[in-house]
Protein backbone atom coordinates (compact mmCIF):
# COMPACT_ATOMS: atom_id res chain seq x y z
CA UNK A 1 0.00 0.00 0.00
CA UNK A 2 3.36 2.01 1.00
CA UNK A 3 4.20 1.67 -2.75
CA UNK A 4 1.46 2.68 -3.85
CA UNK A 5 1.08 6.19 -2.40
CA UNK A 6 4.18 6.31 -3.48
CA UNK A 7 3.81 6.07 -7.41
CA UNK A 8 0.54 8.13 -6.94
CA UNK A 9 2.55 11.29 -5.02
CA UNK A 10 5.22 10.59 -7.62
CA UNK A 11 3.37 10.52 -10.82
CA UNK A 12 1.44 13.77 -9.24
CA UNK A 13 4.66 15.57 -8.96
CA UNK A 14 5.64 14.49 -12.61
CA UNK A 15 2.01 16.06 -14.01
CA UNK A 16 2.07 19.36 -12.03
CA UNK A 17 5.90 19.89 -12.89
CA UNK A 18 5.09 19.33 -16.85
CA UNK A 19 2.11 21.49 -15.78
CA UNK A 20 4.14 24.71 -15.46
CA UNK A 21 5.74 24.54 -19.02
CA UNK A 22 4.76 26.60 -22.22
CA UNK A 23 1.63 25.46 -23.42
CA UNK A 24 2.46 23.79 -27.05
CA UNK A 25 0.59 24.82 -29.56
CA UNK A 26 0.35 22.73 -33.12
CA UNK A 27 1.63 24.08 -36.16
CA UNK A 28 -1.06 25.34 -38.74
CA UNK A 29 -1.64 23.55 -41.84
CA UNK A 30 0.94 24.43 -44.59
CA UNK A 31 -1.06 24.88 -48.13
CA UNK A 32 1.70 24.08 -51.09
CA UNK A 33 2.05 27.03 -53.48
CA UNK A 34 2.08 25.48 -57.07
CA UNK A 35 2.63 28.39 -59.53
CA UNK A 36 2.21 27.23 -63.49
CA UNK A 37 3.23 29.84 -66.56
CA UNK A 38 0.52 31.52 -67.40
CA UNK A 39 -0.24 29.81 -71.26
CA UNK A 40 0.05 31.45 -74.30
CA UNK A 41 -1.60 29.42 -77.26
CA UNK A 42 -0.82 28.92 -80.85
CA UNK A 43 -2.73 27.23 -83.81
CA UNK A 44 -1.55 23.92 -85.22
CA UNK A 45 -2.77 22.75 -88.41
CA UNK A 46 -1.82 19.43 -89.89
CA UNK A 47 -3.27 17.06 -92.58
CA UNK A 48 -5.69 16.31 -89.95
CA UNK A 49 -9.37 17.23 -90.68
CA UNK A 50 -9.11 19.49 -87.59
CA UNK A 51 -7.86 22.79 -86.22
CA UNK A 52 -7.39 23.70 -82.55
CA UNK A 53 -4.95 25.69 -80.39
CA UNK A 54 -2.70 24.24 -78.06
CA UNK A 55 -0.31 25.52 -74.83
CA UNK A 56 3.09 26.20 -75.73
CA UNK A 57 3.45 24.90 -72.53
CA UNK A 58 2.75 21.36 -74.05
CA UNK A 59 4.85 19.75 -76.83
CA UNK A 60 2.56 18.09 -79.06
CA UNK A 61 3.11 14.58 -81.50
CA UNK A 62 0.55 13.90 -83.93
CA UNK A 63 0.78 10.43 -85.62
CA UNK A 64 0.01 9.40 -88.90
CA UNK A 65 -4.40 8.57 -87.71
CA UNK A 66 -4.50 12.20 -86.88
CA UNK A 67 -4.61 11.02 -82.72
CA UNK A 68 -2.57 13.68 -80.94
CA UNK A 69 -0.83 13.59 -77.81
CA UNK A 70 0.20 16.87 -75.60
CA UNK A 71 2.77 16.72 -73.62
CA UNK A 72 3.26 18.65 -70.44
CA UNK A 73 6.58 18.07 -68.76
CA UNK A 74 6.31 20.47 -66.06
CA UNK A 75 3.08 19.05 -64.45
CA UNK A 76 4.14 15.47 -65.34
CA UNK A 77 0.39 15.12 -67.39
CA UNK A 78 -0.40 14.50 -70.86
CA UNK A 79 -3.55 14.83 -72.43
CA UNK A 80 -3.96 11.75 -75.12
CA UNK A 81 -6.37 12.84 -78.04
CA UNK A 82 -8.37 10.13 -80.69
CA UNK A 83 -9.53 11.11 -83.64
CA UNK A 84 -12.48 8.89 -85.12
CA UNK A 85 -14.23 9.48 -88.74
CA UNK A 86 -18.20 9.30 -87.92
CA UNK A 87 -19.58 6.93 -90.36
CA UNK A 88 -23.12 6.62 -89.27
CA UNK A 89 -21.77 5.09 -85.91
CA UNK A 90 -21.88 8.65 -83.33
CA UNK A 91 -24.49 7.04 -81.22
CA UNK A 92 -21.60 4.19 -80.68
CA UNK A 93 -18.88 6.83 -80.20
CA UNK A 94 -20.78 8.88 -77.93
CA UNK A 95 -21.70 5.86 -75.69
CA UNK A 96 -17.84 4.58 -75.78
CA UNK A 97 -16.57 7.95 -74.82
CA UNK A 98 -18.51 8.19 -71.68
CA UNK A 99 -18.39 4.51 -71.25
CA UNK A 100 -14.40 5.36 -70.71
CA UNK A 101 -15.38 8.51 -68.32
CA UNK A 102 -17.52 6.03 -66.24
CA UNK A 103 -15.20 3.19 -66.17
CA UNK A 104 -13.10 5.56 -63.66
CA UNK A 105 -16.08 5.30 -60.98
CA UNK A 106 -14.44 2.11 -59.20
CA UNK A 107 -11.79 5.01 -57.83
CA UNK A 108 -14.23 8.31 -57.91
CA UNK A 109 -15.84 10.44 -56.01
CA UNK A 110 -18.00 12.08 -58.64
CA UNK A 111 -18.23 12.69 -61.98
CA UNK A 112 -20.00 15.97 -63.23
CA UNK A 113 -20.06 16.74 -66.80
CA UNK A 114 -19.67 20.15 -68.69
CA UNK A 115 -21.59 20.16 -71.90
CA UNK A 116 -20.37 22.26 -75.07
CA UNK A 117 -21.98 23.69 -77.78
CA UNK A 118 -20.99 25.90 -80.86
CA UNK A 119 -23.69 25.60 -83.55
CA UNK A 120 -21.44 28.35 -86.07
CA UNK A 121 -18.21 26.11 -85.94
CA UNK A 122 -20.67 22.80 -85.62
CA UNK A 123 -18.32 21.95 -82.58
CA UNK A 124 -20.13 20.05 -80.01
CA UNK A 125 -18.84 18.02 -77.07
CA UNK A 126 -18.93 17.45 -72.99
CA UNK A 127 -15.72 17.73 -70.33
CA UNK A 128 -16.20 15.19 -67.92
CA UNK A 129 -14.29 15.99 -64.29
CA UNK A 130 -13.60 13.05 -62.47
CA UNK A 131 -12.97 13.51 -58.75
CA UNK A 132 -10.99 11.71 -56.63
CA UNK A 133 -8.10 8.85 -56.94
CA UNK A 134 -9.11 7.98 -60.85
CA UNK A 135 -6.82 7.24 -63.60
CA UNK A 136 -8.37 10.00 -65.95
CA UNK A 137 -9.13 13.27 -63.54
CA UNK A 138 -10.34 15.24 -67.10
CA UNK A 139 -12.26 13.53 -70.22
CA UNK A 140 -13.62 14.99 -72.84
CA UNK A 141 -15.37 14.44 -76.28
CA UNK A 142 -15.85 16.75 -79.62
CA UNK A 143 -17.85 16.17 -82.86
CA UNK A 144 -19.29 17.87 -85.46
CA UNK A 145 -21.94 15.14 -85.45
CA UNK A 146 -21.55 13.99 -89.10
CA UNK A 147 -17.91 13.31 -90.39
CA UNK A 148 -15.42 13.76 -87.19
CA UNK A 149 -15.16 12.99 -83.43
CA UNK A 150 -12.58 13.67 -81.07
CA UNK A 151 -12.10 12.26 -77.56
CA UNK A 152 -9.22 12.75 -75.39
CA UNK A 153 -8.28 12.24 -71.46
CA UNK A 154 -5.87 13.69 -69.18
CA UNK A 155 -3.49 11.42 -67.68
CA UNK A 156 -0.73 12.13 -65.04
CA UNK A 157 2.80 10.31 -64.87
CA UNK A 158 2.14 9.53 -61.01
CA UNK A 159 -0.04 7.21 -58.82
CA UNK A 160 -3.47 9.47 -59.18
CA UNK A 161 -3.76 11.69 -55.76
CA UNK A 162 -6.06 13.79 -56.64
CA UNK A 163 -6.27 16.76 -53.69
CA UNK A 164 -2.06 16.89 -54.63
CA UNK A 165 -2.66 16.77 -58.30
CA UNK A 166 -5.84 19.45 -58.30
CA UNK A 167 -3.90 23.02 -58.62
CA UNK A 168 -2.61 21.00 -62.24
CA UNK A 169 -5.95 19.60 -63.04
CA UNK A 170 -7.40 23.14 -62.89
CA UNK A 171 -4.66 24.55 -65.09
CA UNK A 172 -5.47 21.84 -67.89
CA UNK A 173 -8.61 22.09 -67.81
CA UNK A 174 -7.94 25.87 -68.65
CA UNK A 175 -6.35 24.49 -71.60
CA UNK A 176 -8.79 21.82 -73.02
CA UNK A 177 -11.65 24.28 -72.74
CA UNK A 178 -9.45 26.71 -75.19
CA UNK A 179 -8.67 23.57 -77.49
CA UNK A 180 -12.10 23.07 -78.01
CA UNK A 181 -13.67 26.73 -77.93
CA UNK A 182 -10.84 26.97 -80.84
CA UNK A 183 -11.67 23.95 -82.50
CA UNK A 184 -12.58 23.94 -86.02
CA UNK A 185 -13.33 21.40 -88.58
CA UNK A 186 -11.95 21.24 -92.16
CA UNK A 187 -13.76 20.01 -94.12
CA UNK A 188 -16.81 21.92 -93.24
Not at 64 to 90: F, H, I
Not at 125 to 154: L, M, R
Amino acid sequence: MKLLKQIVVLSLLITLSNSCKEEVLPKPKAQLRLEYPSPSYEKISTECPYIFEVSTNSKININDKCWANLDYPQLNASVNMTYRPVEGNLKELLIEAEKLTFNHTIKADGISSIPYSNKEKRVYGAIFEVTGNAASPIQFHVTDSTDNFITGAVYFNVQPNYDSIKPAISYLRQDIMRMIESMQWKNK
